[in-house]
């Protein structure tokens, strides 16, 4: 099993930045962090940005610009730097890794509103 923690969500104004952080435990030897999610109540959870093995990136053309992920393997460590966030931000974000099938976190909350 794989256990997958996020954290750094909170509530704040338009334009501001935060840094979410994932923190992966238990078998995790064959596990490789995946990306991070995000759903807002009544929405489809939708992926907002993407690593892959060789460290490349991918990002929703919502946060292109604005969001960068990374990773520190030796920490086991997943993050997702957020700037200049906006109202439809708002979300609760979910990070994920991946082996045999997807771990999924539990959430944290971004509140993005004025």
């Known amino acids: 099993q794989v256990q997958l923690v996020e954290s750094g969500g909170g509530l704040l104004q338009p334009g501001g930045s935060l840094r979410l952080s994932c923190a992966a435990s238990?078998?995790?030897?064959?596990?490789?962090?995946i990306g991070w999610y995000r759903q807002a109540p009544g929405k489809e959870r939708e992926l907002v940005a993407f690593i892959t093995s060789g460290g490349g990136t991918n990002y929703a053309d919502s946060v292109k610009g604005r969001f960068t992920i990374s990773r520190d393997n030796a920490k086991n460590t997943l993050y997702l730097q957020m700037n200049s966030l906006k109202p439809e931000d708002t979300a609760v974000y979910y990070c994920t890794y991946a082996s045999s099938r997807v771990y999924w976190g539990q959430g944290t909350q971004v509140t993005v509103s004025s």
């Open positions: 238990g078998s995790i030897f064959s596990a490789k962090p």
